[in-house]
């Protein structure tokens, strides 16, 4: 059997994050793993494939839709970075944000460590004011342009 690179893996990630494979994502990840959301936003619901399902399936139900689409895959070691396009429709609760039935497009970045074929840590960074502002959450001050 072929052991695949840290970067192949995310690959596969990704697709199965998309087809909201949460029995084979939760299988990527060491018992010990850990979600450091650089924003704060997401408070963490326990390690290893817990905390995988917990995240995940409160970002399904707020975005039943949601597909993630790979700008950068850099890997190093045993570290992946990757910048990312999500997309979806805020077509469910989310960060207890009522549903507005809005396109949620925005760019993130994260970073994975991995133990062997297993991630066992990931930083995470989304771009929240535009996350917030296509919620209606948040609007931008008078006079300024969407930064997007």
């Known amino acids: 059997m072929t052991t695949l690179r840290p970067a192949q893996v995310i690959r596969r990630v990704v697709q199965a994050f998309n087809e909201h494979d949460l029995g084979f994502l939760e299988q990527q990840v060491t018992e010990d793993f850990e979600r450091h959301d650089l924003a704060g936003a997401f408070l963490r619901t326990g390690s290893g494939g817990v905390e995988v399902r917990g995240f995940l399936q409160a970002l399904y139900d707020g975005v039943p839709d949601v597909q993630l689409k790979v700008l950068d895959l850099i890997e190093s070691g045993d570290r992946v970075v990757m910048r990312y396009e999500f997309s979806g429709t805020h077509g469910g609760e989310f960060l207890g944000i009522s549903p507005t039935n809005r396109p949620v ?31 209606d959450a948040l609007t931008w001050p008078p006079g300024t342009a969407d930064p997007r």
């Open 105 to 135: 497009n925005f760019d993130g970045i994260n970073i994975y460590r991995f133990e062997g074929d297993r991630i066992s840590e990931v930083w995470q960074l989304w771009d929240w004011a535009t996350v917030l502002h296509q919620m």
